[in-house]
């Protein structure tokens, strides 16, 4: 099953590479998610009909846009936005495309993530963070971060790993990493070998992640 492997001959110039690849990927395509999600998550919470400063229609809009976004299947969305990518990063294939591509799919679940923790923080804080004459960005920076940054950290720890996913598919569609190795060198050429050591990398990314985000999310609790 094994024997005719050219895993270690694929090793330093193909399979070593594209690890990297793949941790720039989703390394950049988190921190774009968060950063937009974060802020489409705080415009949610303030316009909501018992937020800060209550608007239906941009509570309409936002929320429509999250829900349009997660709705399309993952794959789909991905060649969906060919145009979209081509004309904001020039190219449909590549890392950078691939980083336009996750961060635009993985945007509105950091919104929604972000919204569902500020979400959980009791009412009364905000109330008395009011009575003590805190504005707006007081309490969301002040109040809502502070006490919902643990559960952010753990819902943002599910996105980088659905990320690792994503970037898999990615590679199938010509973004590179260890998606397209596994695809084109393991499993097309039937190298189970190659296939089963990228899995396995993955997997210990994953296992990576968690505990760094357990972590993480312990000193912060």
Known sequence: MFG???L???MNILIIPSILVTLKMIFFSFVFSVFFGFLLG???FITKLDGLKPNKIIFFLAE???DLIRSFPT???MVAITPITKFFIGTSIGVNAAIFTITLACTPFAARMTLNSFNTIDKDLIKVAKSFGATNLQIIFKVLLVESLPTLISNYTIMLVNMLNMSAMAGAIGAGGLGAVALAYGYQQYDEMIMYFIVFILIIIVFLIEKI???IYYKLK
């Open 4 to 6: 005719d492997t050219r």
């Open 8 to 10: 270690f001959e694929y």
């Open 42 to 44: 705080i415009l949610m």
């Open 64 to 66: 429509k846009f999250t």
């Open 75 to 77: 794959l789909i969305l």
């Open 213 to 215: 985000s357990k972590i």
